[in-house]
């Protein structure tokens, strides 16, 4: 999978794309129930390895962009039964599924719900979703907008599932997006790679954790 690898200086490279004043980095459902071995889907036998890397170079980039002065937002899921979907029950039981039995997965207020990996700072903001986009039914695009950014710096879980969601509806409400293919993960390769082909082809440009990190060296204050 190709990523962005113009050169960051000049008018027209990542460096002034992502510039501090008009970005923010937008981490996505990096949370225990997501991504950790002992979440939900943890303990039904999905090999969260295959996250750790992702989370890694998440953790890296969140460092760089509190050292160049660029927000940081956590997007996360948090879910209660009264804001399940009933068609999101239905689906399942459809596909054989049982939405009685099955364990919800990031209940409010419960450890599965907390962010793994990259952790809020006390001050930094956080975007309680109900759905797969943290733009579908949140203030997410009032907060971006009151922050003067008109760019988003994406990582997150899973590449084809909630990343894809928001970031497509960011394009949709004229962001520029910029997708940290190496700080977003889904639990199977081929769904990883996918997706980020087609939000490259459609809504987004691809770049990695070490060009952003070299675009925003030295723009500390």
Not at 83 to 104: F, H, I, K, N, Y
Not at 143 to 152: A, E, H, I, Q
Not at 155 to 167: K, Y
Request: proline share 5%.
């Amino acid at each position: 999978m190709s990523v962005l690898t113009s050169s960051t200086s000049g008018p027209d490279g990542l460096a002034a794309w992502i510039a501090p004043g008009r970005t923010a980095v937008l981490v996505i459902d990096m949370q225990v129930d997501f991504a950790a071995p002992h979440g939900v889907l943890g303990r039904f036998g999905v090999d969260m390895g295959v996250l750790e890397p992702a989370l890694a170079a998440a953790e890296r980039l969140v460092a760089c962009a509190r050292e160049a002065g660029v927000p940081v937002i956590f997007a996360g899921l948090f879910t209660t039964p009264a804001s399940d979907p009933p068609v999101w029950a239905e689906r399942l039981r459809r596909r054989g599924g049982d939405p009685d039995s099955d364990a919800a997965l990031c209940r409010a207020g419960t450890p599965g719900a907390d962010f793994y990996g990259p952790l809020p700072l006390e001050g930094e903001r956080v975007i309680e979703k109900t759905r797969y986009s943290g733009f579908w039914g949140t203030d997410l695009d009032a907060r971006l907008k009151g922050l003067g950014v008109d760019t988003l710096v994406v990582a997150g879980v899973t590449t084809e599932c909630c990343v894809d969601s928001t970031v497509r509806d960011a394009f949709n409400l004229d962001y520029h997006v910029f997708v940290v293919a190496d700080a977003c993960a889904a639990y199977e390769a081929d769904l990883h790679a996918a997706s980020l082909k087609a939000m490259a082809l459609n809504s987004a440009i691809l770049t990695d954790t070490a060009a952003v990190a070299s675009a925003w060296q030295g723009s500390g204050s």
